[in-house]
């Protein structure tokens, strides 16, 4: 049923209700995330934009999940700080649709890219040799297009169908931002074909991608494990350990949020877990990839040399037009000294 003038307008989100004596602890908290969370990320995209040491396909999939990450958070955290300061907000209807689709789109874009990630780490250690040949510039540059070319369609899709339906009732929802689940459980209307239509898009985008990276990472196992050299065994877990982590991080608390029961007692468990993947996991990932790769602690180091090199630089050169101006100023007062006692 199409909307119509007697349904709602807007929602209310309640927040963290029950944690109102911590108000000002909880805002400070998530300001600090936030804000560290984007500065991480954006670091990243700057690193792999203009170092020479990060122009490996891999960098290429982390500078756009890093982008994902931005859209993610930022999606979500300011208007979950609002909740929090006004102990609890309301939302416009246009609001809350445009909340859930950029929350899908970004969860669909960071599935895809990781798996294409998986990918390129299973080429890299399981077939070395067409590596280059296979993960080309037109491949990873065709596999970041399809990630978000499906980060833009398919939430539309479910979005349309969940935003269609008829909400009579109550306008309260039990979150920090406007989830599936708690939208549905405030429709009026039959809400089985907008489910149906979530779980035919969960199916290939969550739950294919993760089997994926399942396979790819077994694969990867045994070629490790298969190796005759300590060294490159050593770096071949170095290169897809930060990977795994990330993977594990965020599939780990979306696979417990899922299979956790719906149930009234179960809200505050869900309020969590949703913390945990849109809050938590977007502020880990730079922290994680700069931790235990090289290459990102190698290419930062060299940015930083390199501007402190220029300055240096820089001062020198202005040091010498200093010199070379107090020296002009002595050869001419010399010459005008000289006009002077010769006349």
């Given amino acids: 049923m199409g909307r119509n003038d007697t349904q709602l307008t807007h929602f209310f989100l309640l ?12 805002f400070i908290l998530f300001l ?41 958070t930022t999606n979500i955290v300011p208007k979950m700080l609002q909740v929090i300061l006004e102990g609890g ?11 859930l689709y950029f929350f899908g789109g970004a969860g669909t874009a960071e599935c895809l890219l990781l ?24 491949c990873h540059l065709c596999l970041v297009v399809f990630c978000w070319t499906a980060a833009i369609i398919l939430p539309a899709i ?16 039990d979150h920090f931002f406007c989830d599936l689940a708690p939208l549905l459980e405030l429709s009026c209307s039959d809400t089985s074909p907008a489910e149906f239509e979530v779980f035919v898009q969960t199916i290939p985008v969550f739950v294919f991608t993760f089997i994926y990276i399942m396979a790819t990472y077994i694969c990867i196992f045994i070629a490790i494990v298969k190796m005759q050299s300590t060294m490159g065994r050593q770096k071949a877990f170095s290169t897809c350990s930060s990977h795994l ?15 956790t029961p719906r149930g009234r007692q179960s809200v505050k468990v869900n309020k969590t877990l949703s913390l945990l993947y849109s809050v938590v996991t977007p502020l880990l990932n730079p922290i994680i990839y700069s931790l235990r790769s090289g290459e990102i602690r190698k290419a930062l180091e060299s940015v930083i040399f390199n501007k402190k090199k220029t300055k240096k630089v820089h001062n020198n050169s202005n040091h010498f037009r ?4 107090a020296d002009s100023e002595k050869v001419v007062l010399c010459c005008d000294q000289q006009k002077t006692d010769s006349s």
């Fill in 89 to 99: 907000s309301k939302i416009s209807f246009e609001g809350c649709a445009l909340q």
């Fill in 115 to 138: 798996t294409s990630m998986s990918y390129d780490r299973y080429l890299a250690i399981c077939k070395p040799l067409h590596y280059s040949t296979i993960m080309n510039f037109k």
């Fill in 32 to 72: 600090i995330i936030y804000i560290l969370t984007v500065f991480g990320n954006v670091l990243i995209i700057g690193l792999v934009t203009v170092s020479q040491r990060l122009k490996s396909p891999m960098f290429f999939f982390l500078r756009n999940l890093s982008l994902c990450e931005i859209i993610f």
């Fill in 245 to 259: 982590t990330v993977v594990s991080t965020y599939y780990g608390t979306m696979i417990s949020l899922y299979v």
């Fill in 15 to 26: 927040g963290f209700d029950h944690l109102q004596s911590l108000t000002i602890f909880l």
């Fill in 322 to 325: 200093e010199n070379l101006w």
């Fill in 158 to 173: 479910s979005v349309s169908m969940i935003f269609n339906l008829y909400y009579c009732g109550s306008n309260v929802i």
